[in-house]
């Protein structure tokens, strides 16, 4: 009997190791939903996580961008034309409401974007993305990117 109980126990283990969205931070879970429509490309819902106040950085740009109408202008810009675009978030942590995401931006699109009429670009760049974020208020205060635009046009020497 106690064998069959430790048998029991330890083939439902991995079960108990798999983390549910709803185990992470509740900091952690808006980062996700807020980074989910932005590359979705759901500017509704992104414009919700924004007011005048809000603050976009791509500081490896030297970018800045203030209030959600401008936030807004500059990401549409930036997304006109692309066919794929998503944020594989390899490793993220928060201290507060300060959330930190490591991972690779994919992007998929125009090669005109970059000089390269007529092709269809794919890169992958590996990027930090943080958020301070005012949970109480569901906005986001400031997305500041820091982003390696050295493999960016590594990449696209090759294309």
């Given at each position: 009997?106690?064998?069959?109980?430790?048998?029991?126990?330890?083939a439902l283990t991995p079960l108990f190791a798999q983390a549910n969205p709803g185990d992470m931070p509740k900091e952690q879970q808006m980062a996700v939903k807020y980074i989910q429509a932005l590359t979705d490309h759901d500017y509704r819902t992104l414009g919700s996580f924004y007011n005048r106040d809000s603050i976009f950085i791509d500081r490896t740009a030297s970018k800045k961008y203030t209030g959600r109408r401008d936030i807004l202008e500059f990401f549409e810009r930036?997304?006109?034309?692309?066919?794929?675009?998503?944020?594989?978030?390899?490793?993220?942590?928060?201290?507060?409401?300060?959330?930190i995401m490591i991972g690779n931006y994919h992007y998929r699109g125009p090669g005109s974007l970059f000089g390269k009429p007529g092709k269809v670009i794919e890169l992958a760049i590996p990027g930090v993305t943080t958020v301070k974020l005012d949970l109480a208020n569901h906005r986001v205060t400031q997305h500041e990117d820091l982003m390696d635009y050295q493999t960016m046009q590594d990449q696209l020497a090759t294309q």
């Open positions: 009997m106690i064998r069959y109980f430790l048998y029991s126990l330890l930036a997304h006109r034309g692309v066919l794929e675009y998503d944020f594989n978030i390899e490793h993220m942590y928060n201290s507060g409401s300060l959330v």
